[in-house]
């Protein structure tokens, strides 16, 4: 527990940790783990993204939540017959129309994605909410970390799975549903 919190105090005080207390929500009581009990905000210069892209992969890939329908990297959700209903399975790579125009990707197709640790094939979807140089992949597709860098928040220690360098391009068989990722 974090050294101050009010569980690291009743580990520490009892030896253990009770129930109630493990299923409490965090900072109900407004109260955080310094001395005083106020928060912190913590501001840092922005730094440059981990990888930036280049001549061998010259797009952006950003991760994040595909839809309102799923969370837990759908461990759960995706067990939920209602909820699974209601979202697509996110293997998808969204694409602006003249990024997939000038790859001779098109909509509904396999495209290949690849960064410098690994490659998916995932169904492409051609978007204009997406800008030019840049894709858009599902957080909660299985294999999209296959793709990001291991890097940490180093105050929260939270991944940084939001950004990579990658390519991009028609797949091999490329006829939507001609095969699972890789």
């Known amino acids: 527990f974090p050294e101050g919190s009010p569980l690291a105090v009743e580990a520490a005080e009892t030896g253990r940790v009770s129930i109630e ?20 905000f913590i501001f840092e210069d922005v730094e440059d993204a981990p990888e930036p892209p280049d001549a061998d992969y010259p797009y952006v890939l950003l991760t994040g939540r595909g839809s309102v329908y799923q ?4 461990t759960r959700t ?19 129309p003249g990024d997939a125009a000038a790859l001779g990707v098109e909509d ?9 640790r690994g490659s998916v094939r995932v169904r492409a979807v051609v978007s204009a909410a997406v800008a030019p140089g840049q894709v858009f992949m599902s957080m909660h597709h299985p294999y999209t970390n296959r793709l990001t860098l291991p890097v940490f928040d180093p105050y929260s220690r939270q991944p940084a799975f939001k950004s990579a360098a990658v390519s991009v391009g028609a797949a091999a068989g490329s006829a939507a549903g001609s095969g699972p990722p890789r």
């Open 78 to 96: 995706d067990n939920a017959p209602a909820l699974k209903k209601a979202s697509p399975d996110p293997d998808y790579v969204q694409i602006s």
């Open 21 to 40: 207390s493990q299923e409490r929500r965090l900072f109900e009581d407004s109260r955080f783990f310094h001395a005083d009990g106020r928060a912190r």
């Open 71 to 74: 969370w837990h990297t759908l």
């Open 108 to 116: 509904g197709a396999l495209a290949e994605v690849r960064s410098r």
